[in-house]
């Protein structure tokens, strides 16, 4: 059973246009989050996301744009693909409470390629 | 903000080498603090964690010490191993909303046989 899956594995795209990426959690978790891997393998939070609030990382443009339809599921929707957002992009959950840890569990991740 | 800061990489160590990855972070409050390892091609997995002061994080023959006084939680290993090969990312948990993690630039890690 996998627990945290991401769909697809690999991307690749024209620049302009407009993608999705999919994730699902079997966890039960409450939390979901997306990350972004550049290429020299730095990571950066990009939202996360419970049903209650959603936190945007301010540094991420509004062309990126995430979509929950239930608990289980946080979706990354990318208008306008451009060269730059060629990465490799993260889902994670976790769940959160006070005084615990935050182990957050990470799906295998979806490569980009805009051309 | 919160930080953590992590040795450059890459290193390259012999099998059964002594392995130490240095990591420092800063933080308001008491984060929570992580040891995620990325094998080629694959996501993230958790490594290790230390919740509290002096905690010791430990798997896979990796620890790890949740030093406060000297704000770091250096990884390490006794003998490696090839199949340890990949990168090493620490991280903290700001305990604020949604408690994101706050990732280190990673360290790669290369065993020679």
């Known amino acids: 059973d996998t627990a945290v899956s991401q769909t697809p594995k690999y991307l690749v795209t024209q620049m302009g246009n407009d993608k999705s990426i999919k994730c699902e959690q079997n966890l039960g978790h409450d939390t979901m989050y997306w990350y972004k891997q550049d290429s020299k393998k730095f990571l950066k939070i990009m939202f996360s996301?419970?049903?209650?609030?959603?936190?945007i990382n301010e540094t991420v443009p509004n062309r990126f744009s995430p979509k929950s339809p239930d608990k289980a599921h946080l979706n990354l929707h990318i208008n306008s693909l451009e060269l730059g957002d060629s990465a490799v992009y993260f889902c994670?959950?976790?769940?959160?409470?006070?005084?615990?840890?935050?182990?957050?569990?990470f799906g295998p991740g979806t490569r980009l390629t805009v051309l | 903000g919160d930080s953590v800061t992590q040795m450059e990489g890459p290193v390259t160590l012999s099998e059964e080498a002594f392995l130490t990855i240095n990591c420092t972070y800063t933080?308001?409050?008491?984060?929570?603090l992580f040891w995620y390892v990325q094998y080629p091609g694959e996501g993230l997995q958790l490594l290790l964690k230390a919740t509290k002061a002096d905690d010791k994080g430990s798997n896979k023959g990796f620890e790890a010490t949740y030093r406060k006084e000297t704000t770091s939680f250096h990884l390490e290993k006794g003998s490696v191993q090839v199949s340890d090969s990949a990168v090493y990312f620490c991280?903290?948990?700001?305990?604020?909303?949604?408690?994101?993690?706050?990732f280190g630039k990673g360290t790669k890690l290369s065993v020679k046989p």
């Open positions: 933080a308001t409050g008491y984060p929570s």
């Open positions: 991280a903290l948990s700001d305990r604020g909303s949604q408690g994101n993690l706050i």
């Open positions: 994670a959950s976790s769940q959160v409470g006070i005084g615990r840890p935050n182990e957050q569990f």
């Open positions: 996301y419970n049903n209650k609030e959603l936190i």
